[in-house]
């Protein structure tokens, strides 16, 4: 079946460096791609998006690109704060069924 | 605040008991789905309901059925909880089917001794 494949599953990064999570999916038609953050005992946030037709999207501190040809797309954080430590999940959205699927996530840990 | 009500916040409760969870969708979201959550797990999709009916089913249990009421709010059914079932249930819901963005709630905790 369609799969979303999300690495790294753990990620520590020092205070004020980087932080890239990766995305891979598999189903051609997914338009959508979704990243939520799942702090300690919460339920998911929405953190930011990106549809199919747009290659780079950044809101502040983080941005998201896509690149459909490879099926592949990316969070990136920059300079982490420890606010950040939380679990990130990516999905993707297929309008061939309309469905969601959600990466296995990425624990986050910013180290002071 | 996603506008996602999800009720109780916590249950203790003992194997082979049933319980019933419950959602209140955003105002105005048609569609309601349901996720397990095990400790240190991802996102499992139960069940998706959209405006009274049943859309879409995940890796759902035959012990777990699920409804959406004409109110829009939802409820999970669990039964013959076994001890594997504590995990954290959450709710999340969306205007459409349509519509790749859901807004979850913050979850109910299942504990079962």
């Known amino acids: 079946g369609e799969n979303v494949e999300q690495h790294p599953s753990t990620l520590s990064v020092q205070e004020g460096d980087s932080a890239v999570i990766k995305c891979t999916y598999s189903?051609?038609?997914?338009?959508?791609f979704p990243w939520y953050k799942q702090e300690l005992g919460k339920g998911p946030q929405l953190i930011i998006d990106i549809r199919s037709n747009v290659g780079e999207k950044k809101d502040q501190r983080i941005a998201v690109t896509l690149n459909k040809t490879a099926k592949h797309f990316s969070l990136h954080i920059t300079e982490t704060q420890p606010e950040d430590s939380a679990v990130y999940f990516c999905?993707?959205?297929?309008?061939?069924?309309?469905?969601?699927?959600f990466g296995k996530g990425t624990r986050l840990h910013i180290l002071p | 605040d996603s506008g996602v009500t999800q009720t109780p916040k916590h249950l203790i409760t003992a194997t082979g008991q049933r319980v019933t969870l419950r959602c209140s969708p955003r105002s105005g979201d048609l569609s309601v789905y349901w996720y397990q959550q095990s400790l240190d797990q991802g996102l499992q999709f139960l069940i998706q309901y959209y405006n009274g009916e049943e859309r879409a089913k995940g890796n759902i249990l035959e012990r777990f059925s699920a409804q959406q009421f004409p109110d829009l709010h939802s409820e999970l059914n669990l039964s013959s909880l076994e001890l594997g079932d504590s995990a954290l249930y959450f709710c999340?819901?969306?205007?459409?089917?349509?519509?790749?963005?859901?807004?979850f709630g913050e979850g109910s905790w299942l504990t079962v001794v």
């Open positions: 999905a993707s959205f297929s309008n061939r069924d309309d469905k969601i699927i």
């Open positions: 189903d051609s038609a997914s338009n959508y």
């Open positions: 999340a819901s969306s205007r459409q089917v349509r519509e790749g963005t859901i807004y």
